[in-house]
């Protein structure tokens, strides 16, 4: 990293973001769970925060956005500064034309604030919706994206061979406004991927929450992704990333931030309860034990697989996560089950306004001082 000028302190390379399923709030109808996210994303958009990733569901309350698209448009006109990342688009659910199409359409909407996420799709029961089995669902992924980043990239449309058809070649008329094509991340917690999206240059969030790894993992995983991707990018080969700028690798965490410890845990607990019912409504439904143990909120906030607390015990949290886990991004989910919108305003003002500045004066001495916590 490069020296700073005279009288400034040392730039500490770590972005936040937010994570967004727009899962069902008991008592809201779908449309006032819209309103309120727009709400407290148009807040985000007053600093602090780099992306918004919104996920793909189908068919649960997970998801109250099984159009990433459709909210995204809608987001793109709700605010000025913050990128929007559908993360993912399920690749293997849509058409490849009618895919880049809508990319470049948002990519043009949000006037080239768009980040691309991709992936194979998380759950077999909502590829079963669309008639595909999870090996078929990875094959279509694989046989997809080239020609989507191609489309992308040129502005000429060629459905891949073995996609079901011989069309023509399609000119685009609406292309994307970035070049060669929008960032692209994937979000996985599959240490296997991660050698293939370091040498790719995918953007990676690696785990979901309270279902993550230990800080130890993602610290290992993290050193395999920079390594492949120096080696890839030497050799001109990281077609994911962006010239001149590292990928981020992150990890994401539900957020609550509260005045008060007391305050935080007691809000939070029946909230999160109501986001797991929703988390598992696919799995609980067809028998799966994968999630059948039982939800402990207060051992996962002792594990810091949930931040929940005052903005000084958060601060501490998000500090020992990117010291620890040695991340260059974290993503916050700041909406969540039946969490009151009022006081999820209130958590991501406090994040933004306490947390991110403590973390960042506090990785300033560290790297000043007491070593580096930012990643390499």
């Known amino acids: 990293m490069s020296a700073e000028p005279a009288g400034q302190e040392p730039r500490f390379d770590l972005e936040f973001g937010l994570f967004d399923w727009v899962d069902a709030h008991p008592g809201l109808t779908a449309g006032e769970v819209y309103d309120a996210r727009l709400r407290i994303l148009a807040e985000a958009d007053q600093g602090g925060f780099a992306v918004y990733h919104l996920a793909e569901h189908h068919g649960t309350p997970l998801g109250l956005a099984p159009s990433p698209a459709v909210f995204v448009a809608a987001a793109a006109r709700a605010t000025e500064r913050i990128r929007l990342a559908p993360t993912t688009f399920v690749v293997p659910l849509y058409d490849p034309l009618r895919l880049v199409e809508e990319i470049a359409m948002l990519d043009q909407l949000s006037h080239g604030r768009l980040d691309i996420g991709v992936g194979r799709g998380s759950s077999p029961y909502e590829a079963a919706m669309y008639g595909l089995t999870p090996p078929e669902a990875a094959q279509r992924f694989d046989l997809l994206v080239p020609s989507i980043l191609e489309a992308l990239e040129t502005g ?14 399609v000119d685009l008329h609406v292309t994307a406004r970035q070049r060669p094509h929008p960032p692209l991340w994937y979000p996985t917690s599959n240490p296997a991927s991660i050698p293939r999206l370091g040498e790719q240059g995918y953007n990676v969030l690696f785990g979901f929450g309270f279902v993550s790894p230990p800080l130890e993992v993602v610290r290992e995983q993290r050193r395999i992704f ?7 990018e030497a050799r001109g080969r990281a077609r994911c990333s962006l010239p001149g700028r590292a990928p981020r690798f992150g990890v994401m965490r539900h957020v609550l931030v509260a005045p008060t410890d007391e305050e935080a845990l007691a809000v939070g607990r029946a909230a999160f309860a109501d986001h797991h019912t929703n988390f598992t409504h696919l799995w609980r439904k067809h028998g799966s034990e994968r999630f059948s143990e039982p939800l402990d909120f ?8 949930l931040f929940v607390g005052s903005p000084e015990t958060v601060s501490a949290q998000v500090g020992e996560a990117v010291t620890c886990g040695e991340v260059n991004y974290l993503a916050g989910a700041f909406a969540w089950g039946s969490l009151d919108p009022d006081i999820a305003l209130r958590s991501l003002r406090l994040f933004r306004d306490e947390v991110i500045p403590s973390v960042r004066r506090e990785a300033v001495v560290g790297r000043t001082g007491r070593g580096t916590t930012s990643p390499s």
């Open 298 to 305: 207060d051992r996962l906030v002792a594990e810091q697989k």
């Open 226 to 232: 920079a390594e492949r991707f120096s080696e890839s």
């Open 156 to 169: 000429r449309f060629r459905r891949p061979a073995g996609d079901g058809t011989t069309a023509d070649e």
